[in-house]
């Protein structure tokens, strides 16, 4: 039904740049929310930046100040650039997405495969 596609991941060193985007497919009436979660090995699954239909952003504490989420709704695509990045950002990054589909009520969070993010020198 709907289908988020990631790009962006890579090597970088530290103090380096990444800019992920996440682009959203299929039988989308609307999305609310859009945002990117990342999952280190042997920790859990949180929460790095969300951006809510209307334009509230909401940034993990640890990323504050170097990350930026942005949203080109036209596009249902979510950015993410990654500035300063440091060895404990290295984790798999998760799109999400909080879509209703065309012929169904309600909204239903989506998720990306993953693209791997790794900084180290």
């Known amino acids: 039904q709907v289908q988020l596609v990631e790009s962006g991941g890579g090597l970088v060193q530290p103090g380096g740049s990444l800019r992920l985007s996440c682009a959203a497919s299929?039988?989308?009436?609307?999305?609310?929310?859009m945002g990117w979660y990342r999952q280190a090995p042997g920790k859990q699954r949180e929460l790095v930046a969300i951006n809510i239909s209307g334009g509230a952003k909401t940034y993990a504490d640890s990323v504050k100040g170097r990350f930026t989420i942005s949203r080109d709704n036209a596009k249902n695509t979510v950015y993410l650039q990654m500035n300063s990045l440091k060895p404990e950002d290295t984790a798999v990054y998760y799109c999400m997405s909080t879509v209703r589909t065309i012929g169904v009520t309600g909204y239903k969070n989506y998720w990306g495969q993953g693209t791997q993010v790794t900084v180290s020198s």
């Open positions: 299929g039988s989308i009436f609307s999305i609310n929310a």
